[in-house]
């Protein structure tokens, strides 16, 4: 492998910060609703600080520059306890965009864009320092704040190649600087194993500051195995002058500093605070604890709370990591192999008669299943991750509309396959659009029907049996099914002597080139959209549908399989050929005598009804000669029932799908293949699709 | 296996006792006695699906895809070998991946562009499109085969998908 270029590492920053950005816009929507939460104001300072942090590592100054800007809004807010004003808000969710616009495009091209939003941001933080230096006149004499001061070593050790990284040393030598007090010791050393005795440069610095190590740590993410990082004391040994002298005899020597030593030292000067008049000597071990050096203060005892918060946040944030989904479709695949290898075991092991290795196998087995079951659920994704984008969309839109709109979500730890939720995101922006743009009515309107001025888009997921169902759900205009069939009428959709029902109307939306929308504005009404939200929605094997009541509102509903990759299934077979039929069609099997189907002429006499019948012998023109006894899979289409007449039912099957390949594309009946433990294949059939196929 | 100047190596393989080629770029793995699944009402030249490392891939019977009628007692399925091929792997709209049916694989053998003779329909017994021309190999005639026109889609209903 060839050395990291600067390329990859200024992805990773690239990454990372968009991870950051996209965590701030939900601390963001939240300050809407609750524009004093303390937690959310720390989480965008939190977030602005770090990347103010990493940018300023690489170079990027107009994102330092801005996030250093806002940054000082928000602290200004916490530090007076305000709370977030709309326009506070609106800026900082302009910043988030900015911010991401000038990741994906690095060069300094957009001066005008960063200059009129640094000017306003500037704005409001010359406001803001008015109002702040009233408060302090009114604060009269009054103490400033005492912070949570601790001290800390660091020792950054540059890899030779650092700068090739992109990584700007005096960058993070300034944000040590910025922290507080602080002394900066710059050194080298000489490697005598090298050939030619290189230097290297590396520097230490002791530092006070009342950030917490967490954060600090974040400071230094991006060179996180260059730095070590070290607690000296937990109270600020720079108000000490005693210390200041010792720090400036390290100057003099050229090893690294010895931390143990500092710690002694510093543990020697920490009872002699300027209360204390005891003379020197040896001191209880709790006395080290931090104590709180004032008098109770207010604020400290609340920035402590905050800090401790902000740990637990940032523990829970830490708890996941990103894995490439090509790595996860790797590792389906061998587990699937691995099941696959398995069954070749308990072959010899039958074969030769070996005891020992059966029980092997059975171990085998149950650790296989295990890792089966692990390896599927880590494809799972809560729908929440949908959520932030709606949210924007719903907050932008109504605002561009002028209408007033609430977006209420439920069930969102619903989790899906991770394939899914990617590929739903387009669809429901659709759905979700369309319900603000011609759902919710303007406030006039609403007012005129007696309607709060509020609209709500409800957004609901839940389980169903194997099936995940989402719903949107609106308060809105609705759909006039009469206007619907004028509609399709005039469009050539159906004969004016046609009267469809009401669902056989609102299905027609699904139509390519059938648009509803009475004008059409930049959001929708073109025509193509419900037609595409339904074609993406049913190469997810799901399935969408509409309801509506007019003036009352609209409701989608979306049913989508669990999983694309595995199906319960049951596993049965046709002459030579296996099939496997999910088992979430299935109603029930049937014993059937193989006479009856063939003088059937495709429906059979069960419990006292006729039943559709359809052999798969005919269907796949399998000659030869079939069992007398033959098994009827009845399964579920529409209303009724249909047999499916096959030779014998092997029993349940959790099959991994696998898709057949292009070749197999005018396959309609078939919705994949499933490899079996003997490492043969079983072909899953799509009932509904055989059945349709058939009526045809 | 030289490699001298200009030499592509190729893998020689029989089937109803005559000699064909794919060149070697081409070819994934071999799979010696593949089971094979039918896949009832598929295209012609399609022969089922087999598993190869937990993927499930077409078989291809190179006979009926080139159009050649038997002349010699086929070998029994279970004799045979799978060469696992791939084509337009950068690109994923192209790309195909597909095992052919051969009777026996012979060597690998290294042939020169210029050492090609085209074919053309009149002097061949097989569909000139089909082959990229024939090369002779110790007295023996190999008939090198197209892979991407082996492994095209034929069905118009698939030839017109994504």
Redesign the interface.
Known sequence: MSQPSLQQFKLKYVEEVNDMLNEMEGAILTLEQNPSSIDEINQVFRVMHTIKGTSAMYDFKTVEKITHDVESIYSKIRDTQGSVSKDVSTLTLECVDLLRHLLNQPEDGDDALVNDFLARVAAINGTDNRTQSNNTSQNGGDLPPQKNICTYYMMFAPEADITNRGVNIKGILNSIKDLGENTIFTRSWRDDQADNGKFYMYWEAVFATELPFNELEEIFLFVHDEVKLEKIADIDLFSSEDFKEQLATYQLIETPIDTAELKAISQLLQPQQPESTEPQQPQPPQIQQPVPVAAPNHNAESERKIIAKNIEASDTKNSGIKVDSEKLDELM??V??FV?TKAEMLLIADKYDIPELHDIYEKVDKLSNKLKDNALSIRLVPIESLMLRFQRLVRDLSKELGKQVDFVTEGTDTELDKTIIDNLAVPLMHIIRNSIDHGIESVERRRELKKPDHGIIKFTAFYSGNNVFIQVQDDGAGMNPEYLRKKAIEKNFIKATDHPTNRQLFDLVFLPGFSTAQKITGISGRGVGMDAVKQSIMKLRGEIEMDSECDLGTITTIKLPLTLSIVDALLVSVA???LLIPVYVIDSCIHIRHKDVDESKGRIIHEGEPLPILDMRT????SGTPPEERIAVMVKYKDSRVGIVLDKVHGEHQAVL??????????EY?S??S?LGD?????VLDTNKLIKYLKK | MENYSGATPYLSFWLDDQLYAFSINNVVEVTERP?I???????HY?KG???F??????AIDVMAKCHLTRIHEPVADEDCAIIVLETNKEDADLH???GAIVERVSDVISIKPIDIIPINDFDSHIDASLSEGVYNHEDKIVTILNTQKILA?E?S??AQ?K
């Open positions: 695949n061998l699937s192999e696959n030579e050929t296996q269907f796949f023109n399998i696998k898709s057949l390949g292009k070749y197999f594309s005018n396959q078939l994949g293949g490899v490492g043969s294949i079983a072909l | 089971k699944t039918a896949i009832p009402q598929c295209d399609i699906v087999f598993n490392r937990g993927e499930i891939l077409p195909l991946i597909a889609l069905n209903s698939q998908g």
